[in-house]
């Protein structure tokens, strides 16, 4: 491990050294300012790559946070002659308030009504700093004091320049740690919908609130560098076109990666001055022409680079190392399964209706401790929706389902993973561009003490080595297991359809339940890969393990199953061993259409 951090290492080392030697240089004092402005416009782009890039949530209100941390150090500083560095805690309290009631509200959004969301809130913060009296409305608040460090007087640019860079670099780090955690894969899962992260127990509503009151923070801090900066603020740095200005930095680096932040920010701050000076002198007037210019090359950045710039590049610089899983770690604590023969699921005349369309019309079944039981029927039987309503994706019309004794008809799919219950998709849902290992480590979200609250500070401060160790050493041990062993590193995405398959049933299994859903394992299996699969369930049987699946693979339901369920139109038919259900008239009139 340590010859495959060495590159990225030597490059970071190699990028820092560069960086902090520029103000020591001889260079023009022009370049050094529109260095500082590229570190100030990164560090409020690098909230929009984790909100909009990794979560896939637009916002167009960034620059309004960073409005916050401005107003909030140049009001404390200059009225109540407060220090810069307790006006950055007091900023960084009121944008968290403020993050956190907007973003309860707006992040419950999601289509075109999520940007347009932001666009309201956004305005209204800027109407707010120009209107306030206090505030000196749009005239602003001048003679801000320098920022002073350990007895050091940061007036100069050159001086600022370095503060502003290190700040930058410890956000990019704490970005990266975090995206590289238990709680960073939840983030990352969000962009392919909230379906799978709620099935293996993630709060995606607050989850979603942490992001946006993490990016408002780094915006905040940007914001009271700039202050600081200037030595002065007025409102209009802080509208909505500096708000699309952000994310348009963000689309153009790369909305996906850490280090797009930085790339876009000097693509489009140096492009930006190079236009305001170039073409003023082409077309003989004075006029805002770069935006045009801007609009023309993002159409085509979005026709031929759809993720941005870094991509492209990144192939120049060493590449991060996977994420490992140690040889060996501390189990991580397993639930006690239930005696062999425990009633443990019952659906109780369950009915699910969309409309007057009845899906699943009165089914009652029952699952047994160390039972497989199949759930078959022809296709638009109503299986998937029966498992939906099993696992708290869908809410019961009527009727009832209990999970050992407790009704879990009214719970969210994450309350009811809590209590053993986990499954797979009959359409695969994986995170494309995470490694198969990765993939299979969000079904351990839950698994030990994790609290999602402190999980993201304890991420950025890597606090949490030991119980990443334990997750990822768990979810290697079920990779092996399902036979995916020699897979770990690869994107999941890569693998065939069948693997795919697989690598569902070793996140769930990651998931430690004691009652797991299947839906259609088999398909896209080969009969060797099926085979595999079936002396892993029969093994999973044996340990305890309660197993419901949908299948249409009727060889290998026959051979596996205890007893089954056949669903019709949304209706029970006929449930019993095997034998009894291959020899049931209803069941073969369902599905041949009656047999002399």
């Given at each position: 491990?340590?010859?495959?951090?060495n590159?990225?290492?030597?490059?970071l080392?190699?990028?820092?050294?560069?960086?902090?030697?520029l103000p020591?240089?001889?260079?023009?004092?022009?370049?050094?300012?529109?260095?500082?402005?590229?570190?100030?416009?990164?560090?409020?782009?690098?909230?929009?790559?984790?909100?909009?890039?990794?979560?896939?949530?637009?916002?167009f209100?960034?620059a309004?946070f960073?409005?916050?941390?401005?107003?909030?150090t140049?009001?404390?500083?200059?009225?109540?002659?407060?220090?810069?560095?307790?006006?950055?805690?007091?900023?960084?309290?009121?944008?968290?308030?403020?993050?956190?009631?907007?973003?309860m509200?707006?992040?419950?959004?999601?289509?075109?009504?999520?940007?347009?969301?932001?666009?309201?809130?956004?305005?209204?913060?800027?109407?707010?700093?120009?209107?306030?009296?206090?505030?000196?409305?749009?005239?602003?608040?001048?003679?801000i004091?320098?920022?002073?460090?350990?007895?050091?007087?940061?007036?100069?640019?050159r001086?600022?320049y370095?503060?502003?860079w290190?700040?930058?670099?410890?956000?990019?780090l704490?970005?990266?740690?975090?995206?590289?955690?238990?709680?960073?894969?939840?983030?990352?899962?969000?962009?392919?919908?909230?379906?799978m992260?709620?099935?293996?127990?993630?709060?995606?509503?607050?989850?979603?609130?942490?992001?946006f009151?993490?990016?408002?923070l780094?915006?905040?801090?940007?914001?009271?560098?700039?202050a600081?900066?200037?030595?002065?603020?007025?409102?209009?740095?802080?509208?909505?076109?500096?708000?699309?200005?952000?994310?348009?930095?963000?689309?153009?680096?790369?909305?996906?990666?850490?280090?797009g932040?930085?790339?876009g920010?000097t693509?489009?701050?140096?492009?930006?001055?190079v236009?305001?000076?170039?073409?003023?002198k082409?077309?003989?007037?004075?006029?805002n022409?770069?935006?045009?210019?801007?609009?023309?090359?993002?159409?085509?950045?979005?026709?031929?680079?759809?993720?941005?710039?870094?991509p492209?590049?990144r192939?120049?610089?060493?590449?991060?190392?996977?994420?490992?899983?140690?040889?060996?770690?501390?189990?991580?604590?397993?639930?006690?399964k239930?005696?062999?023969?425990a009633?443990?699921?019952?659906?109780?005349?369950?009915?699910?209706?969309?409309g007057?369309l009845?899906?699943?019309?009165?089914?009652?079944?029952?699952?047994?401790?160390?039972?497989?039981?199949?759930?078959?029927?022809?296709?638009?039987?109503?299986?998937?929706?029966?498992?939906?309503?099993?696992?708290?994706?869908?809410?019961v019309?009527?009727?009832?389902?209990?999970?050992?004794?407790?009704s879990?008809?009214?719970?969210?799919?994450?309350?009811?993973?809590?209590?053993?219950?986990?499954?797979?998709?009959?359409?695969?849902?994986?995170v494309?561009?995470m490694?198969?290992?990765?993939?299979v480590?969000?079904g351990?979200?839950?698994?030990?003490?994790?609290?999602?609250?402190?999980?993201?500070?304890?991420?950025?401060?890597?606090?949490?080595?030991?119980?990443?160790?334990?997750?990822?050493?768990?979810?290697?041990?079920?990779?092996?297991?399902?036979?995916?062993?020699?897979?770990?590193?690869?994107?999941?995405?890569?693998?065939?359809l069948?693997?795919?398959?697989i690598?569902?049933?070793?996140?769930?299994?990651?998931?430690d339940?004691s009652?797991l859903?299947?839906?259609?394992?088999?398909?896209?299996?080969?009969?060797?890969?099926?085979?595999?699969?079936?002396?892993l369930?029969?093994?999973?049987?044996?340990?305890?393990?309660?197993?419901l699946?949908?299948?249409?693979?009727?060889?290998?339901?026959?051979?596996?199953?205890?007893?089954?369920?056949?669903?019709?139109?949304?209706?029970k038919?006929?449930?019993?061993?095997?034998?009894h259900?291959?020899?049931?008239?209803?069941?073969?009139?369902?599905?041949?259409?009656?047999v002399?």
């Amino acid at each position: 491990m340590t010859s495959q951090n060495n590159p990225q290492k030597k490059f970071l080392i190699a990028f820092l050294v560069v960086v902090a030697l520029l103000p020591a240089l001889p260079i023009p004092e022009y370049w050094i300012t529109l260095l500082n402005y590229i570190g100030l416009a990164a560090l409020a782009t690098l909230g929009l790559v984790l909100l909009t890039g990794v979560g896939g949530m637009t916002s167009f209100g960034q620059a309004a946070f960073v409005g916050v941390g401005a107003y909030t150090t140049a009001y404390l500083t200059t009225q109540l002659g407060a220090s810069p560095w307790i006006a950055l805690l007091a900023g960084l309290l009121i944008t968290a308030i403020a993050a956190l009631a907007i973003g309860m509200i707006s992040m419950r959004l999601s289509g075109h009504y999520l940007p347009l969301g932001t666009i309201a809130w956004g305005l209204a913060l800027y109407f707010l700093f120009g209107n306030f009296e206090f505030l000196g409305k749009y005239d602003g608040i001048n003679d801000i004091p320098a920022l002073t460090l350990a007895g050091i007087s940061l007036q100069s640019s050159r001086a600022m320049y370095c503060l502003i860079w290190a700040i930058l670099m410890v956000a990019i780090l704490s970005v990266t740690n975090v995206l590289r955690s238990r709680p960073g894969r939840a983030m990352r899962a969000l962009k392919s919908g909230k379906l799978m992260p709620e099935a293996m127990g993630v709060d995606t509503a607050w989850l979603k609130v942490m992001m946006f009151v993490y990016a408002a923070l780094l915006a905040c801090v940007s914001g009271w560098l700039y202050a600081h900066l200037q030595r002065a603020v007025n409102p209009t740095p802080f509208g909505i076109n500096i708000g699309i200005e952000y994310l348009f930095m963000a689309v153009v680096g790369g909305a996906g990666y850490v280090w797009g932040a930085i790339l876009g920010a000097t693509v489009f701050t140096v492009l930006k001055d190079v236009l305001q000076s170039v073409l003023p002198k082409l077309l003989g007037a004075s006029g805002n022409f770069e935006i045009i210019v801007f609009g023309i090359l993002l159409l085509l950045l979005l026709r031929h680079a759809r993720d941005g710039l870094w991509p492209l590049l990144r192939g120049l610089f060493p590449a991060a190392p996977p994420v490992h899983a140690p040889d060996s770690a501390e189990a991580l604590p397993q639930r006690v399964k239930p005696q062999a023969g425990a009633l443990i699921l019952q659906v109780d005349s369950a009915r699910k209706q969309f409309g007057g369309l009845v899906a699943v019309n009165n089914v009652s079944f029952d699952v047994r401790a160390g039972e497989i039981i199949g759930l078959i029927g022809p296709n638009g039987a109503g299986k998937s929706t029966t498992f939906n309503l099993v696992t708290g994706v869908l809410p019961v019309t009527s009727g009832e389902v209990r999970f050992c004794g407790e009704s879990i008809s009214g719970l969210a799919s994450r309350e009811i993973v809590k209590r053993g219950i986990a499954r797979t998709f009959q359409h695969v849902h994986l995170v494309a561009g995470m490694s198969v290992l990765e993939n299979v480590a969000i079904g351990g979200h839950l698994r030990s003490d994790f609290r999602p609250q402190g999980g993201i500070i304890a991420s950025m401060l890597c606090l949490n080595r030991n119980e990443e160790a334990k997750l990822l050493h768990e979810a290697k041990r079920q990779l092996i297991r399902v036979g995916l062993g020699d897979r770990l590193h690869d994107d999941a995405s890569s693998l065939a359809l069948g693997q795919q398959r697989i690598l569902e049933v070793a996140r769930a299994l990651c998931c430690d339940p004691s009652l797991l859903l299947l839906d259609e394992p088999a398909a896209g299996l080969r009969y060797q890969e099926k085979e595999a699969l079936a002396g892993l369930l029969r093994k999973l049987r044996s340990e305890g393990m309660s197993i419901l699946l949908v299948e249409h693979d009727m060889d290998f339901v026959m051979h596996l199953t205890d007893r089954l369920v056949v669903m019709e139109f949304g209706t029970k038919i006929s449930e019993g061993t095997p034998q009894h259900v291959q020899n049931d008239p209803v069941v073969l009139e369902a599905y041949l259409g009656g047999v002399d």
